[in-house]
């Protein structure tokens, strides 16, 4: 019987697949393949999976392996001068292979391992990658502490102002759901080519929406900040449109950069977010210090050490990817059919983060009309509370790289992730507890680092209690609706968070109107808690991701993203 072998591509196209020492034996002639198509080469074993041919290999005879041929797998191609080609790269391969196997063989132990040394793993896994949330928040709390040593008028003003500038990017946080997503999938197929592809359309997406974020600024800025504050607030929209127009330069850069953080974080790195951390909060906390304090610019100061801080971390993290072997400067237009896989990803994840912009956007609409102090009051306090919070947001991203495997992958183990969720929601109370502590502990013992209007204090004294409330509890929800977001049950938490959207502001509206800021205070705890409630019930159900048999849904959605 005559050997069939598949035909042979052209040169120009063939990349090296995975495979590792292949029995080679030469190729027979067949009937339907001209002779010189095959010639008779033995493959060199050190060569890379993953390794591109150069220009110059480009005209150099070429070899099938008799393995791939019969197996119908797509060919293995290399040249005549593999031997020599292969010694330059081997060092190189070795490393990364093996860092693929630790990458693997961590996320496997990782279920395996008992309760206490999962919080180990947890931890040194999630700490770098606080960066990734902290940054922004950071950098809005080293400008509402600067500025208000100046003014109280220009620190009312940041409330209005870090709605447009800060709550609005969260909007586009499913730019950094999809490319964790897309990466992820790429990299457990061990396809650098398609890496590398999602990364230029989903940077190509984000720049766009960066540029549209721009110039929606240049032209609405002001007009939204006058319906948001209300007339009886006119006083503090000059100094926000100031703010808002100087970190909306800033906009590509920062979308262009959750992307560049989140395609790291794809690929089990932590340490890149750390470092465009520390080097965006120096610039940002040096830049308030030299053109505020000294040179008396004020808030419009503060809005250019922050956009510069944010384009400087942008960088880092697309030279970090550059460092990985990828080209996070090249860009491509996605196709149709892309766009609608990043919005099957991005769709559920929106709806959540629109839900929970709104609600905080509906707490400064209703503190805006307490008065200046009331205003100046909730910005220290709402800031403080952000900077916190974002501490717990890596444990979603933990549970949502390491609970997929557990769900509905080849080694799925309900036990082991109900394991690994109760090591998530412990590790979730412990920093909630902690960071409520210490959250409450800076406005109540150390309120004259952000002011020293006596009448300001008394106001964020005053919501000391629902402070704490809401911020202990934050944390083990990140953990639990990190597990929602990991077993695809987006159609839930979408929906759960539309539902505590709702309910929280009628609440808000009822208690902020007799109570005053401590009312919405208190309406923010019962959002929180309501959030945890709802995931938790979820989870625990018999119908739910973690102790269902029936993975059709999960596997349709897994397809559907595919």
């Known amino acids: 019987m005559a050997l069939k072998i598949p035909p042979i591509i052209h040169p120009r196209s063939l990349h090296i697949l995975p495979r590792q020492n292949p029995n080679l034996t030469p190729l027979s ?35 099938v392996t008799a393995r791939a041929a019969i197996q119908g ?25 093996e860092e693929d196997k630790t990458t693997q063989s961590s996320e496997k132990e990782l279920a395996k391992q008992g309760i206490w040394i999962q919080m180990k793993e947890i931890v040194e896994f999630t700490g770098p990658a606080t960066g990734l949330w902290i940054c922004g928040p950071l950098m809005s709390l080293i400008d509402t502490a600067v500025i208000g040593q100046g003014s109280s008028i220009e620190l009312a003003a940041l409330g209005p102002a870090t709605v447009v500038c800060d709550y609005m990017s969260y909007v586009f946080m499913f730019l950094s759901v999809a490319t964790s997503n897309m990466v992820a999938t790429a990299l457990a197929k061990q396809d650098r080519e398609e890496v590398q592809h999602h990364i230029s359309v989903l940077l190509f997406v984000g720049l766009v929406c960066g540029f549209t974020m721009l110039l929606f600024t240049r032209l609405f800025g002001a007009a939204s900040l006058t319906a948001f504050t209300g007339s009886k607030n006119a006083h503090v929209v000059p100094a926000a449109n100031t703010y808002v127009q100087i970190r909306g330069f800033a906009w590509p850069a920062l979308l262009v950069g959750w992307v560049a953080q989140s395609a790291s974080l794809g690929m089990k790195d932590s340490w890149g977010p750390l470092k465009a951390l520390a080097a965006a909060s120096a610039i940002n906390g040096i830049g308030d210090i030299l053109l505020c304090t000294y040179l008396g610019y004020g808030i419009a100061g503060a809005a250019w050490a922050t956009m510069a ?27 149709g059919r892309e766009l609608l896989t990043i919005l099957g990803l991005a769709a559920p994840v929106f709806m959540t983060m629109m839900s929970k912009v709104a609600f905080y956007s509906l707490l400064i609409y209703f503190a805006t009309s307490m008065g200046t102090h009331t205003m100046a009051a909730h910005q220290v306090m709402v800031q403080t509370f952000c900077m916190c919070t974002v501490w717990g947001e890596p444990l979603s991203q933990t ?16 036990s082991k992730a109900r394991l690994l969720l109760r090591s998530l929601a412990l590790i979730g109370a412990i920093l909630g507890l902690l960071l409520g502590t210490v959250g409450t502990s800076v406005p109540f013992l150390f309120p004259y680092i952000f002011t ?25 929800t990140h953990s639990l609706e990190g597990t929602l977001l990991a077993g695809r049950d987006l159609r839930y938490i979408s929906l759960s968070m539309s539902g505590c959207l709702c309910g929280g502001a009628l609440v808000l509206m009822i208690l902020s109107s007799r109570y005053g800021l401590q009312g919405c205070w208190f309406s ?9 409630s709802m995931a938790l019930i979820r989870l625990l159900s018999p119908k739910g991701i973690l102790y269902s048999e029936d993975t059709d849904q999960y596997r349709l959605q897994k397809i559907r993203n595919a």
Request: proline share 9%.
């Open 399 to 414: 549970a949502q790289s390491f609970v997929p495997e557990l769900l509905y992958g080849v080694n799925r183990n309900l």
């Open 73 to 97: 797998h797509e060919e293995f191609t290399g040249d005549a001068d593999g031997l020599a080609d292969s010694t330059e790269h081997k060092d190189r391969i070795t490393e990364a292979s």
């Open 524 to 532: 923010l705890a019962l959002f929180q808690w309501a959030r945890f």
């Open 452 to 476: 020293h209007d006596q009448m300001v204090i008394q106001e964020m004294h005053k919501v000391l209690i629902p402070y704490f409330v809401a911020l202990a509890v934050t944390p083990p």
């Open 29 to 63: 002639p067949s009937p339907t393949v001209s002779n010189r198509h095959l010639p008779l080469h033995f493959f060199p074993p050190s060569l890379s999976p993953n390794l591109i041919l150069s220009p110059s290999a480009l005209h150099r005879p070429r070899f």
């Open 309 to 335: 801080s944010q384009v400087v971390a942008a960088y880092m993290m697309m030279r970090s990817l550059n460092m990985k072997g990828y080209n996070a400067f090249s860009l491509s237009i996605p196709s």
